[in-house]
């Protein structure tokens, strides 16, 4: 017996009580699986497509026929001595401003996470500096180190000093270059550092605490390995901002890149074509550290929940 008020249903029917509406009855004896699944239709894209594909298509035919872009002097120079040259130096300046500044972020980043007031305030202090002065003063002022200081000393603080050296010979264009970079480079890596350090929970460096674990093992064992993931992607970016970067160190006259193919355009005239010729080393060379950036991510996603 029905507990219920509703009137028994008939399964021959497939209605409740055989006197339910017409569209009731219609969906009971449907068979859906002989109904037609139509897709979604979306005009406007197939139009936001085609138009893009025109732009495109225009883009690419102005760069082969246009004889403004001079591919034959592009061809020339792209490999010439002179530009090999002065991609090496781009890379020099890259690698040592990107280990010099990620030494000294590192730093500074465990500074502001110290438990000393001191420490946190300089630390600080040093990263709002740096992020507030453009690099283009911060390398100048560097290259003009020996107008403020004839001449350095060792020895006793505010004592006397035991050997001096000038000033004027100590620091050259290129090391000017690469300790404006580093130091600048710095404060950017020392928040992306602390930022990656925070993202690791607490509760396991209070585990590892309780097992005993040294502080220096937690950071190298547990902290750093979990942080790579946090930091990686924002160093990766930072590391290419500071390769394109390097160009602005030719206010200094130092033959990089950029540089040395202002020179050349100066003497031939050809502007457009060294222009591209520069790009085109800016853009494989970036490509390949974005690969390697891909790769060195995926070692240290090893084992997280994607």
Partial sequence: MSLTSDPPIDPAAGTSGGDGPPAEKAAAGTDYGELTVVPARHPWRWVAVAVTAVLLAQFIHGLVTNPGWEWDVFAQFFAAPVILKAVWLTLQLTFYGTALGFALGIVLAFMRLSASPFLRTVAYGYIWAFRSIPLIVQLLFWFNLAYLYKELQFGIPFGPGFYTFD?????????????????????????????????????????????????????????????????LPNAANEIISLFKGTSIVSVMAIGELFYQVQVVYGRSGRVVPLLMVATAWYILLTSALSVIQFYVERHYSKGAAR
């Avoid at 404006?180 to 396991?204: D, K, M, P, S, T």
């Avoid at 005993?212 to 942080?227: D, E, N």
């Fill in 167 to 231: 000033t004027m010979n100590l620091v050259g264009a290129v090391s000017a270059a690469v300790l404006g970079l580093a130091l600048h480079q710095a404060a950017y890596a020392a928040e992306i550092v602390r930022g990656g350090v925070l993202a690791v929970g607490g509760g396991q460096l209070e585990a590892a605490a309780a097992l005993g674990i040294p502080k220096l093992r937690q950071l190298r064992r547990i902290v750093l390995p979990q942080a790579m993931r946090s930091i």
